[in-house]
C-alpha cells in the first residue's frame, strides 16, 4: 500500500498534496470545534486562520483579528484549532511574560519540526529545544559580548564604507535605487565576512553566488513552510514520500563547502579575524577538551561537534539575512519620507562624527542615540517576525483565568503564538500606532509604557542573540548613507505607506524600497 502510494506522489505534486492536507485540516478543524470553548479559553473560528497556515496572506493580520477580538472582550488570550494541533493566542502582556520569561521552562522551544540525522544542518540553535539548545546557546552567548563586537567592528564598518562607495556610482541624477536589493548586498558582505571569513563581494558583484545560493536559502515554499510545523511524525512522513527538506540540498552543501574551506584553513594556520569562525574553532577546541569517553561533548549537545558548529554558522545566515536587510532598507524607506526625522538623524551623526575625529568608530555609535531611536520605531512598525512562536513542553496551567474565570490547563504539546505585530500597533500602547514617530522611543516614553509591549527581538531566555551584533550592522550602515547622502522618496510612488507581503518567513513589503539618493555635496552646493 505504502509502495503504491510513494509511486503515485512525484504525479500528485505538491499543490495537490497541499490541497489535500488542507482539506483535512479543515475538516479537522470543524471536529475539534469546542476544544478551547471546554478549557474555558475563548474560542476563534476564522477563515483568516486558513491564511495563516498557508501564507496567502501576511501572518501579522490574521493575530491581529484574533489579538483586537480578545482585547474587545477583554480575554488574556483566545485558542484556534487548525492543523492538527491547539494554538493559543497569547494578549495580555503579563500572560505573555509567563509565558516568555518566568516559566520559560514550560516553553523551552518553538516546535520546528527537524530530522538531525539526514539534515544535520537543520540542528540549529532556532531549531534546539530543551538541555541542547541550553547548552549551544550557552557556548555560542560569549560569541556576541560587547568586546567580540568592538573586535569584529572593523570588517562590519568595511562592508559599510563599501556600501556607501557603491551607493555613489547609482545615484545618478533622477533614478532611484532599491534600498531593498543594496541592503540585502551589504548584509551578505557582512555575514560573508563575519560568520565564514570570506569576502563575498555581493556589493561590487550583485549576482555572487554567495548571494544566490543565500536567497535560494531563505526561499520556503508553502508545503516547506507547512512542514516545519506539522508534528514530528507528518513531517517525518513528507520528507521520506515527498522529499521535503528544511534546505534546499544544493544550498545546504554550498555553505557547508563554503565553511569547510575556511575552517580548515584557520585550523591550519595562524591567521585570526576576530569573526565568528574563530570563535566557532574555539568553541570546537573546549568541546575536544571536554569530550567524554563516549565521545560526546560532555555538556550536553547531541551528535558530532563538526556538524554542530556548521550547524550554527548556517543559522548565522539564516537568522542575521532578511532581519537586518529588511530592517534597513525599512529604515531608509521611512527616513526618505520623513524629512525632518532624517534632518534630525543627520545632525546627530555630524555631531557625534566630529567629536570622534570624524570617523565611525564602535565608540561612535554608542553615541548614536537619536539613530537607535529611529531603527526602533522601523522594527515595531516592520517587525522582521510578526509573531513568535512558542510550544508547551509540559502541561501548563495559565496564570491569568480565562473565560470562566477558573483555571485553564494548556495541554504539552500546544502551540503558542505571541502577536508582536498587534502589540506594536496598539494604540494603548502607542498613540498614532501607524505613524512614524520614532519619539515613541525616547528614554521617559519607554519607561512609561510595559516591557513587553516591544518586542522585536523576542523576549526571556530565548531572546535573539545577536541584539549587539545587529544594532551595530544597522547603525554603521545608517551612519554612513546619512554622512553621505540625502535621501528622498521615489516619485510618484504608489508603495507607502507600505504593504506587508504574504508567504515570507521575514516580514517584507512591496517595492523593493525605491529611494532616490542625492550626494550631500550637492546638496549643500
Ligand atoms: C534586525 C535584526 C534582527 C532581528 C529583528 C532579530 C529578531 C529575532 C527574533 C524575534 C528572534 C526570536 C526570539 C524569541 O523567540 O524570543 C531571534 C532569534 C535569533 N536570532 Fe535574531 N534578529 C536579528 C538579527 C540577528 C542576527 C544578525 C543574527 C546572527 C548573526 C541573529 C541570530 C539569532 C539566533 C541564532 C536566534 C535564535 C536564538 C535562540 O533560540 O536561542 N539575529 N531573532
Not at 27 to 32: A, L, Q, T
Not at 43 to 57: A, D, H, P
Not at 425 to 449: I, Q
Request: charged residues 20%; contains cysteine; proline residues 6%.
Amino acid at each position: 500500500m505504502l509502495a503504491a502510494l510513494k509511486s503515485l506522489l512525484p504525479a500528485v505534486g505538491a499543490l495537490q498534496l497541499l490541497l489535500a492536507v488542507t482539506a483535512l485540516m479543515l475538516v479537522r478543524y470543524y471536529f475539534k470545534s469546542g476544544f478551547w470553548h471546554q478549557l474555558g479559553v475563548l474560542e476563534v473560528k476564522s477563515w483568516r486562520i486558513l491564511f495563516f497556515y498557508t501564507q496567502s496572506e501576511y501572518p501579522g493580520y490574521a493575530t491581529q483579528e484574533i489579538y483586537t477580538m480578545c482585547r474587545e472582550k477583554g480575554q488574556p488570550c483566545a485558542g484556534f484549532y487548525l492543523c492538527t494541533f491547539p494554538t493559543l493566542v497569547a494578549v495580555d502582556l503579563e500572560l505573555i511574560r509567563a509565558i516568555v520569561a518566568k516559566d520559560f521552562s514550560h516553553f523551552m522551544g518553538r516546535g520546528v519540526s527537524f530530522d538531525r540525522e539526514n539534515e544535520p544542518m537543520s540542528a540549529n540553535l532556532i531549531n534546539l529545544e530543551g538541555n541542547e539548545w541550553r547548552s549551544v546557546r550557552h557556548k555560542l552567548t560569549p560569541t556576541f559580548s560587547s568586546g567580540r563586537m568592538r573586535a569584529m567592528f572593523p570588517l562590519v564598518s568595511a562592508c559599510a564604507e563599501e556600501m556607501v562607495a557603491v551607493l555613489r556610482t547609482q545615484a545618478a541624477p533622477g533614478e532611484t535605487v532599491s534600498m531593498l536589493d543594496m541592503s540585502a548586498r551589504y548584509s551578505i558582505d557582512v555575514i560573508g565576512s563575519c560568520a565564514f571569513g570570506i569576502q563575498a563581494n555581493a556589493l561590487t558583484e550583485p549576482e555572487t553566488e554567495f548571494r544566490v545560493m543565500g536567497e535560494r536559502a531563505m526561499r520556503f515554499s508553502a508545503i516547506r513552510l507547512l512542514s516545519f510545523f506539522l508534528p514530528p511524525r507528518v513531517s517525518a512522513l513528507m520528507r521520506k514520500y515527498l522529499n521535503v527538506t528544511m534546505f534546499d540540498k544544493d544550498v545546504t552543501r554550498f555553505f557547508n563547502s563554503v565553511f569547510e574551506e575556511n575552517f580548515q584553513f584557520r585550523q591550519q594556520s595562524d591567521v585570526k579575524r576576530h569573526d565568528f569562525v574563530d570563535l566557532l574553532l574555539e568553541i570546537k577546541n573546549n568541546a575536544k577538551l571536554e569530550e567524554g569517553a563516549d565521545g560526546k561533548d560532555s555538556t550536553g549537545l547531541a551528535g558530532n561537534i563538526d556538524d554542530i558548529i556548521q550547524a550554527q554558522a548556517l543559522v548565522f545566515f539564516l537568522a542575521g539575512f532578511e532581519t537586518i536587510s529588511g530592517t534597513l532598507a525599512n529604515t531608509m524607506t521611512e527616513l526618505a519620507h520623513n524629512p525632518d526625522v532624517q534632518d534630525k538623524a543627520r545632525a546627530e551623526v555630524q555631531r557625534v562624527l566630529a567629536k570622534h575625529g570624524g570617523q565611525i568608530t564602535y565608540e561612535a555609535l554608542h553615541d548614536l542615540t537619536y539613530l537607535e531611536q529611529v531603527i526602533e520605531e522601523t522594527m515595531r512598525l516592520y517587525p522582521t517576525t510578526s509573531n513568535l512562536p512558542r510550544i508547551a513542553t509540559e502541561d501548563y496551567t495559565l496564570p491569568i483565568p480565562a473565560k470562566n474565570g477558573k483555571p485553564s490547563v494548556i495541554q504539552k504539546g500546544t502551540r503558542v503564538v505571541i502577536p508582536i505585530y498587534a502589540i506594536h500597533r496598539d494604540p494603548e500602547f502607542y498613540t498614532d500606532p501607524d505613524k512614524f514617530n520614532p519619539d515613541n522611543f525616547t528614554a521617559e516614553a519607554k519607561k512609561a509604557r510595559p516591557k513587553y509591549a516591544f518586542l522585536p527581538f523576542g523576549a526571556g531566555p530565548r531572546i535573539c542573540i545577536a541584539i549587539r551584533f545587529a544594532m551595530m550592522q544597522l547603525k554603521a550602515a545608517l551612519a554612513a548613507v546619512l554622512r553621505d547622502f540625502h535621501l528622498e522618496p521615489m516619485k510618484g510612488s504608489k508603495d507607502y505607506p507600505p504593504r506587508f507581503r504574504p508567504g515570507t518567513l521575514t516580514t517584507k513589503t512591496y517595492g523593493g524600497n525605491k529611494v532616490l539618493l542625492r550626494p550631500l555635496t550637492d546638496k549643500s552646493a
